[in-house]
């Protein structure tokens, strides 16, 4: 079957502190792309960040990078310099035209 | 529109009544998806149009959800005889052809008493 899970339900962190967000996925797929989505109160899915599943380099948007490991299917998203506005929910995603989505992670962010 | 529109952003239905949300996906945009989140979950597919061709339906939990794009662009996502488990946020998605970013609109919140 294809699932995601994100681990932690729930995450904290201090205002311009680094964190860490998990995700692992299970595919047979060879090519794919995997992405982390934003989701606040307002409920639009908001795009962070994508990877291709056959680049090896991991993909960065100004404070958020992903850091991808293919065998051991694994996708986390890294947080630099926090700010009140990331707080949100974040789900990991992977698929091509289809996204399998997490469960997510709420992310808190504290001044 | 700059973003994929939805309407209404919340309907409220009684059990056995009959539904119809609206997507109007960003313009240009090929491909068009709906997902179902339900409370405390991600989005779960549902269905997947290519202009006006449903390429795939596969998440459409029963017979009684039905969607269509009849001209390749607003799709409407119809939902009969609705039940308790049918409440939930329904997102619509558009992206330039199926292999581009999905681009998600607010949702619609259906509550069905």
């Known amino acids: 079957a294809q699932t995601v899970t994100q681990s932690q339900p729930e995450m904290s962190v201090q205002e311009a502190e680094t964190v860490t967000l998990s995700c692992t996925y299970d595919?047979?797929?060879?090519?794919?792309?995997l992405f982390w989505y934003k989701q606040p109160p307002s409920r639009q899915m908001i795009l962070v960040i994508r990877?291709?599943?056959?680049?090896?380099q991991n993909a960065t948007e100004n404070r958020f990078s992903v850091n991808f490991q293919k065998a051991a299917k694994s996708f986390s998203l890294k947080i630099s310099d926090s700010q009140l506005g990331d707080a949100a929910m974040y789900f990991c995603?992977?698929?091509?035209?289809?996204?399998?989505f997490g469960t997510g992670t709420r992310l808190k962010v504290l001044a | 529109g700059a973003g994929v529109s939805q309407s209404p952003r919340y309907k409220v239905a009684k059990r056995g009544q009959d539904v119809a949300l609206r997507c109007d996906p960003i313009?240009?945009?090929?491909?068009l998806f709906w997902y179902q989140q339900a409370l405390g979950q991600g989005p779960e597919f549902l269905t997947y149009?290519?202009?006006?061709?449903?390429?795939?339906k596969s998440g459409l939990p029963s017979d009684r959800f039905f969607a269509e794009r009849p001209e390749g662009s607003v799709s409407t996502l119809k939902i009969q005889r609705t039940q308790q488990e049918d409440s939930a946020v329904y997102l619509c998605?558009?992206?330039?052809?199926?292999?581009?970013?999905?681009?998600f609109g607010d949702g619609t919140r259906l509550s069905i008493l």
């Open positions: 149009f290519q202009n006006e061709a449903q390429l795939d």
């Open positions: 990877q291709e599943a056959y680049k090896q």
């Open positions: 595919t047979s797929e060879s090519d794919y792309y």
């Open positions: 998605a558009s992206s330039p052809d199926g292999n581009q970013p999905q681009h």
């Open positions: 995603a992977y698929g091509t035209y289809k996204y399998i």
């Open positions: 313009s240009g945009h090929v491909s």
